[in-house]
């Protein structure tokens, strides 16, 4: 009655494979998609936002009176270059946060329109380091890499002078009150791009 018993295996064979195919074509596709998922939920909880970063940020009036140099960042929640620093920034302002006033300024919002004139802020970000008499010492605009803004700090905090003082990274443009103007093509702050 055993007809072709290779034939019967043969034939089970494709049907074999084709699970089998198929049940690992399964199992990478749940193990791509746990890895997605794991990786997304990880990137968000530590992603900074610049508004957590102004919520946790020193009140202006507090850093003005309580005695500690201050380093204020005038930014808007829609410039690039402020969020490419925001990760970093906040790391450093875990890091420093004992000897210095972290301040967060929104050009977007009125209410800083005096300081946004003092400072004569155009660009985005823009830093200005006060020392504990609340004097300023140095102003710098754009996006400042890690080790720059560290040095920058640690002078600030030793009563030292600021040593990168003329640093101009990229900026985001921003519409001052202090002109009318608009920002040339070839103005740094225009990230290349052609103002009408």
């Not at 055993?2 to 034939?11: D, M, V």
């Not at 530590?46 to 020193?58: D, F, I, K, N, R």
């Not at 003005?64 to 808007?76: D, H, V, W």
């Not at 009150?177 to 040339?184: I, N, Q, V, Y």
């Amino acid at each position: 009655m055993n007809e072709n018993p290779s034939y019967s295996t043969t034939s089970a064979q494709p049907s074999d494979l084709a699970k089998r195919i198929r049940n690992f074509l399964i199992v990478i596709a749940a193990i791509i998609l746990g890895v997605a998922i794991y990786l997304g939920i990880r990137m968000d909880a530590t992603s900074t936002s610049l508004p957590q970063l102004a919520e946790e940020s020193v009140p202006l009036e507090v850093a003005l009176s309580n005695g500690k140099p201050t380093l204020i960042e005038f930014y808007a929640n829609w410039c690039t270059s402020c969020q490419a620093m925001a990760p970093e920034l906040h790391e450093i302002k875990q890091e420093y946060a004992e000897k210095l006033n972290f301040v967060m300024l929104n050009v977007d919002n009125s209410k800083w329109l005096p300081e946004l004139l003092k400072y004569r802020v155009d660009g985005i970000p823009h830093f200005v380091y006060l020392n504990q008499k609340v004097e300023t010492l140095a102003q710098t605009i754009g996006e400042i890499p890690r080790n720059i803004l560290e040095a920058n700090l640690n002078a600030l905090i030793a009563e030292n002078p600021i040593p990168y003082t003329q640093s101009m990274g990229q900026v985001s443009a921003f519409n001052s009150p202090l002109t009318t103007d608009k920002p040339s093509a070839v103005d740094p702050r225009s990230h290349g791009s052609q103002v009408q």
